[in-house]
């Protein structure tokens, strides 16, 4: 049930991605506003929270920082969209091989076990996901339907 939550969001997060023209993907009034950004934070945030033991994060410095001031060093639609495919299969990994009761150890402000971590990390998609629909909608464009 979880996984398929997730399933349903990431398809959300894909079709926001792919929503902003190439124009708009790196725009923003803030640095918070621009798309690439959002997607940004969001994916790596997500793919840093499946670590099933300390140090099993990526390195930082794959990409820019989502709040880079130079909007030309975020990534594209296109290298965002294959990010988020490789965040997709180590989130599967993570939820099909975490014993999702034991004890949180590594992000105790996630809460007190690896489901409250899951479903932490799921919120904060969603929390994002919003956020780049909303500057969908301000943007004049269609926004991704509700799954």
């Given at each position: 049930a979880l996984a398929d939550q997730f399933v349903r969001a990431f398809q959300m997060l894909r079709?926001?991605?792919?929503?902003?023209s190439v124009e708009e993907w790196r725009k923003g009034d803030a640095p918070?506003?621009?798309?690439?950004?959002l997607a940004l934070h969001a994916l790596v945030s997500a793919?840093?929270?499946?670590?099933?033991?300390?140090?099993?994060?990526?390195?930082?410095?794959?990409?820019?920082?989502?709040e880079d001031k130079d909007s030309s060093r975020l990534p594209s639609q296109a290298d965002m969209?294959?990010?988020?495919?490789?965040?997709?299969q180590r989130l599967a990994?993570?939820?099909a091989e975490a014993d999702l009761m034991a004890e949180e150890t590594q992000f105790r402000w996630t809460g007190s076990t690896l489901l409250s971590r899951a479903a932490y990390v799921l919120?904060?998609?969603?929390?994002?996901?919003?956020?780049?629909?909303?500057?969908?909608?301000?943007?004049?464009?269609?926004?991704p339907q509700w799954q």
């Open positions: 079709e926001a991605i792919q929503a902003f918070c506003q621009r798309p690439a950004g793919r840093d929270y499946c670590a099933l033991k300390p140090g099993d994060a990526e390195p930082a410095d794959r990409f820019a920082d989502w969209l294959a990010y988020q495919d490789e965040v997709a990994h993570f939820l919120r904060h998609t969603q929390h994002h996901l919003a956020e780049m629909c909303l500057e969908l909608h301000r943007r004049g464009l269609r926004a």
